[in-house]
């Protein structure tokens, strides 16, 4: 038993470890396509630039400067007002796994667009597989919470499904409102607009309307960590969720059936030769 543990612990980090891993190639590649196309780009604004101020007095070239990169950052395309630096290309790519996709930073080459498709196809799906491995490890977690909590305060066997999905919803309340403040802080945004990116971000919508505009490493790492695990903590009230209104779904349909005189019959299979007995439900006049 203990060696089982340990072999699904092993198997989850070697997981995580292989998604970071793709994260930081692909990041490197990307950044090697883009990059370059990007700094070709600066250097003919720069040259423009250059020629336009030619003839004019070298006093007045900073007052003309200011107006010409707004122009450039409103008309440029986003290879010029945005840096394809490491840690921001591995945050594309981190949108581009996660299906988030933001819209703020996109490939413009054929190259690019090229990797990217095939970036997608294997990191998708490789990113979603280790986020049902977490997924699964937080749901043994909280359920072995709830078990330490019955076993403290009393309680029913039937009631800790309940408890099991209030303790997962409030650990998915405690990441929103964690990472909303730290954006509050970090970006100067209103509580409200941190709480709205967040849970945008967390199911995967991605509007792109609001991106922090923050480039310190500590903001990259914090960044990817609370992504992920609001991802995970989310996803996983998602499904519970869904659960709940399946199940709900379902018996609205038995219900519906059995007031119209059409419950649901077994008949037993002419093909089988195990006697069953008869399954027919009667109905109710």
Same mark, same amino acid.
């Given at each position: +038993? ?5 072999? #699904? ?5 070697? $997981?995580?470890?292989? *998604? ?15 990059? @370059? ?6 250097? !003919?604004?720069?040259?423009? =630039?250059?020629?336009?101020? &030619?003839? *004019? ?6 007052? =003309?400067?200011?107006?010409?990169? +707004?122009?450039? *950052? ?10 394809? $630096? ?25 190259? %690019? ?34 078990? #330490?909590?019955? #076993?403290?305060? %009393?309680? &029913?066997?039937?009631? !800790?499904? #309940? ?13 929103? =409102? ?27 919508? %991605? ?7 923050? @480039? ?17 903590? =989310? ?6 969720? $869904? ?6 779904? !379902?018996?609205? /349909?038995?219900?519906?059936?059995? +007031? ?11 093909? /089988? ?5 008869? !399954? ?6």
């Amino acid at each position: +038993m203990k060696c089982s543990i340990n072999g #699904k612990a092993i198997a989850a980090f070697a $997981t995580f470890c292989t *998604v970071l891993v793709y994260l930081a190639v692909g990041a490197a590649i990307f950044q090697a396509i883009e990059e @370059s196309h990007e700094n070709e780009q600066r250097a !003919n604004y720069e040259e423009q =630039l250059h020629d336009l101020l &030619k003839g *004019v007095d070298e006093e007045f070239h900073d007052e =003309l400067k200011a107006p010409c990169h +707004m122009v450039e *950052v409103l008309q440029a395309t986003p290879n010029i007002t945005n840096t394809w $630096t490491f840690a921001p290309t591995v945050i594309f790519c981190l949108t581009v796994v996660t299906t988030i996709g933001y819209g703020y930073m996109y490939p413009v080459t054929d190259e %690019g667009r090229g990797f990217c498709i095939f970036f997608a196809l294997i990191g998708i799906p490789l990113f979603m597989a280790c986020l049902a491995v977490y997924a699964q490890h937080t749901a043994n977690f909280i359920r072995w919470i709830c078990k #330490k909590l019955r #076993k403290l305060f %009393g309680g &029913k066997d039937e009631e !800790n499904e #309940k408890v099991q999905q209030i303790v997962t919803l409030l650990f998915c309340i405690v990441v929103i =409102l964690t990472f909303s403040a730290y954006l509050t802080y970090k970006e100067d945004w209103s509580y409200f607009d941190s709480i709205y990116f967040t849970f945008i971000s967390f199911t995967t919508i %991605g509007f792109g309307d609001l991106y922090p505009q923050s @480039s310190d490493t500590l903001f990259y790492f914090l960044f990817v960590f609370f992504i992920i695990l609001g991802l995970i903590s =989310l996803g996983t009230v998602i499904e519970a969720q $869904t659960t709940n209104f399946s199940s709900f779904l !379902n018996f609205i /349909s038995s219900t519906c059936e059995c +007031m119209c005189g059409k419950c649901v019959t077994v008949e037993k299979d002419p093909n /089988s030769d195990v006697d069953e007995p008869n !399954n027919h439900v009667e109905t109710v006049a």
